[in-house]
T-cell receptor, first 115, second 112 residues
């Protein structure tokens, strides 16, 4: 069975400091993994995705994530936070060999940026 | 223009009323989805459709129904709305080759 756990419901960092949003997953098969961002009163936008190619994935707005199979993790990082990064972030796992009912969303991490 | 649109964007209704939320897409995708979002719970899948003739229940389909009128249109109905259906509802599409989803802006529904 698939599952995804976002380890922090809220992360607060100062502008210009690194960002780390943690995600652990469980999957019976080789998963696809995604990070989506949701700004206030907006829909979700894809940040990046892992689909069994390079384990270090670069996304938009300077974000990247590393797939670590041994740790079943897919943490999202950014070297230097910007005020515009304040948003809700969702980690998502899917098994491409099964139906849409196997796309599982994490509960989200709210990222706040202090001036 | 937005690739995935939802109407209405906000709706307030009363318990027992029938409500329809509409979703349209110009991405040419076969797959469409309806999710609800509640604070602290992420997104939960209500229904999904892989093509016009294929409709499937998601994890929380009770109290909801859907209609896939065309490849580009996927509507969600609440036959008799109840207060615990107050939530943010999202429509999404994907192309079937990857699981990358493209989301609409959401509909905020309040049931009094």
């Amino acid at each position: 069975a698939q599952s995804v756990t976002q380890l922090d419901s809220h992360v607060s960092v100062s502008e210009g400091t690194p960002v780390l949003l943690r995600c652990n997953y469980s999957s019976s098969y080789s998963p696809s993994l995604f990070w989506y961002v949701q700004h206030p009163n907006k829909g979700l936008q894809l940040l990046l995705k892992y689909t069994s190619a390079a384990t270090l994935v670069k996304g938009i707005n300077g974000f990247e994530a590393e797939f670590k199979k041994s740790e079943t993790s897919f943490h999202l990082t950014k070297p230097s936070a910007h005020m515009s990064d304040a948003a809700e972030y969702f980690c998502v796992v899917s098994d491409r060999r099964s139906s849409a009912s196997k796309i599982i969303f994490g509960s989200g991490t709210r990222l706040s940026i202090r001036p | 223009d937005a690739d995935v649109t939802q109407t209405p964007r906000n709706r307030i209704t009363k318990t027992g009323k029938r409500i329809m939320l509409e979703c349209s897409q110009t991405k040419g995708h076969d797959r469409m989805y309806w999710y609800r979002q509640d604070p602290g719970l992420g997104l939960q899948l209500i229904y999904y459709s892989f093509d016009v003739k294929d409709i499937n229940k998601g994890e929380i389909s009770d109290g909801y129904s859907v209609s896939r009128q065309a490849q580009a249109k996927f509507s969600l109905s609440l036959e008799s709305a109840i207060p615990n259906q107050t939530a943010l509802y999202f429509c999404a599409t994907s192309d079937g080759h990857t699981d990358t989803q493209y989301f609409g802006p959401g509909t905020r529904l309040t049931v009094l």
